[in-house]
C-alpha cells in the first residue's frame, strides 16, 4: 500500500496536495485510511468496493470496514445498483459542517466540563524523584522558572552528589538570565558560592551550620517548590501557587534575618 497510497490523484492533483487533503480529513478525525477511501470516493462519485480498494491501494476486507465506518459516519452512503453495492462520498461540505455542529454542542457544555476540572487547578500536584539522575530532572525544571529561584541549601551535602553536574547547572542558568536568591549554610562552599554572586547571577547571605543545620535544599519558583534530600537521593516537585507563594512569604522573612546573621559572622 505504502507504494500506491497517493496515487489516485495523480493526473489531476499534485502528489503533496493530495497528501495535504489527507493531513486535513485526519486533523478532523479521519484515520489515514479513512480519509483515502473518502478521497477516492469523492474522485470516483460512485463506486464498488472492489473498485476503491484497488484505486486506494488499501485491502479489500479492510475497504469494507473502513466503508462501514464512514456509513456510520454520516460521510459516505450506499446504493444497491445492477447487483452490485455503490458507495459514495458526501459532499465536503457537510464534513464542515458537522465539525461546526460538534464545536457548538462542547461550548454548551464548557461550563459544566470546566467544573470537573476545577478542582484538579488546585489540588498540590505532586512529582517524586530518586537517584541522582531524578534530582538532576529536579533541577533542570527550576531552569524552567520565569520568576527568580528562592534557594535554602547546605552547599558542602548539595555539592557531594551533584558535583559533576553544577558547572552545567550554573552555565545553563546564566544563559537563561535566571536570578537567585539564596540562604546558604556558612563554610567553604557556602563562601565561593557568594563570593561569585555576581558572575553567577546570585544574592547568597552565609548562616551559621551548627545552629540551622539544613538537611534538604529547597528552590521555590514560579508555582513550584521544589524540595531535595541529597542524603537519601530522593526529591519532589510540589505546585502549586498558594502554597509557593506561601513558602516564598517566609523564604522572604528568613532572607531579611539571614542578612543579619551574615553581618554578624563577617566581623
Given at each position: 500500500?505504502?507504494?500506491?497510497?497517493?496515487?489516485?490523484?495523480?493526473?489531476?492533483?499534485?502528489?503533496?496536495?493530495?497528501?495535504?487533503?489527507?493531513?486535513?480529513?485526519?486533523?478532523?478525525?479521519?484515520?489515514?485510511?479513512?480519509?483515502?477511501?473518502?478521497?477516492?470516493?469523492?474522485?470516483?462519485?460512485?463506486?464498488?468496493?472492489?473498485?476503491?480498494?484497488?484505486?486506494?491501494?488499501?485491502?479489500?476486507?479492510?475497504?469494507?470496514?473502513?466503508?462501514?465506518?464512514?456509513?456510520?459516519?454520516?460521510?459516505?452512503?450506499?446504493?444497491?445498483?445492477?447487483?452490485?453495492?455503490?458507495?459514495?462520498?458526501?459532499?465536503?461540505?457537510?464534513?464542515?459542517?458537522?465539525?461546526?455542529?460538534?464545536?457548538?454542542?462542547?461550548?454548551?457544555?464548557?461550563?459544566?466540563?470546566?467544573?470537573?476540572?476545577?478542582?484538579?487547578?488546585?489540588?498540590?500536584?505532586?512529582?517524586?524523584?530518586?537517584?541522582?539522575?531524578?534530582?538532576?530532572?529536579?533541577?533542570?525544571?527550576?531552569?524552567?522558572?520565569?520568576?527568580?529561584?528562592?534557594?535554602?541549601?547546605?552547599?558542602?551535602?548539595?555539592?557531594?552528589?551533584?558535583?559533576?553536574?553544577?558547572?552545567?547547572?550554573?552555565?545553563?542558568?546564566?544563559?537563561?538570565?535566571?536570578?537567585?536568591?539564596?540562604?546558604?549554610?556558612?563554610?567553604?562552599?557556602?563562601?565561593?558560592?557568594?563570593?561569585?554572586?555576581?558572575?553567577?547571577?546570585?544574592?547568597?547571605?552565609?548562616?551559621?551550620a551548627e545552629k540551622f543545620p539544613f538537611k534538604n535544599e529547597?528552590?521555590?519558583?514560579?508555582?513550584?517548590?521544589?524540595?531535595?534530600?541529597?542524603?537519601?537521593?530522593?526529591?519532589?516537585?510540589?505546585?502549586?501557587?498558594?502554597?509557593?507563594?506561601?513558602?516564598?512569604?517566609?523564604?522572604?522573612?528568613?532572607?531579611?534575618?539571614?542578612?543579619?546573621?551574615?553581618?554578624?559572622?563577617?566581623?
Amino acid at each position: 500500500m505504502a507504494g500506491n497510497r497517493y496515487t489516485i490523484s495523480k493526473e489531476r492533483l499534485p502528489k503533496n496536495m493530495y497528501k495535504n487533503l489527507v493531513s486535513a480529513l485526519e486533523s478532523v478525525g479521519f484515520s489515514t485510511k479513512e480519509s483515502l477511501t473518502y478521497l477516492t470516493l469523492l474522485e470516483l462519485n460512485e463506486a464498488l468496493p472492489s473498485t476503491i480498494a484497488r484505486k486506494s491501494g488499501i485491502k479489500r476486507p479492510t475497504v469494507y470496514v473502513i466503508l462501514e465506518q464512514l456509513q456510520n459516519k454520516g460521510f459516505i452512503s450506499h446504493v444497491n445498483k445492477k447487483g452490485g453495492l455503490y458507495f459514495r462520498a458526501v459532499a465536503p461540505i457537510r464534513i464542515l459542517e458537522e465539525e461546526k455542529n460538534k464545536l457548538e454542542r462542547l461550548k454548551i457544555f464548557l461550563p459544566e466540563l470546566e467544573k470537573l476540572n476545577q478542582k484538579y487547578e488546585v489540588t498540590p500536584q505532586m512529582s517524586v524523584y530518586e537517584g541522582k539522575e531524578g534530582l538532576v530532572q529536579i533541577m533542570e525544571d527550576t531552569l524552567t522558572a520565569k520568576t527568580e529561584l528562592c534557594c535554602w541549601a547546605n552547599p558542602q551535602i548539595a555539592m557531594g552528589l551533584l558535583e559533576d553536574y553544577y558547572s552545567t547547572y550554573v552555565k545553563k542558568k546564566v544563559e537563561r538570565k535566571i536570578w537567585l536568591r539564596g540562604i546558604f549554610c556558612l563554610d567553604r562552599i557556602g563562601q565561593e558560592f557568594k563570593a561569585k554572586g555576581k558572575e553567577e547571577l546570585r544574592e547568597v547571605y552565609l548562616i551559621p551550620a551548627e545552629k540551622f543545620p539544613f538537611k534538604n535544599e529547597i528552590n521555590i519558583y514560579d508555582d513550584k517548590v521544589a524540595i531535595i534530600s541529597h542524603e537519601d537521593k530522593v526529591g519532589v516537585i510540589l505546585q502549586n501557587k498558594n502554597i509557593a507563594d506561601t513558602q516564598r512569604a517566609i523564604f522572604n522573612l528568613a532572607f531579611e534575618y539571614a542578612k543579619i546573621l551574615d553581618k554578624k559572622e563577617q566581623r
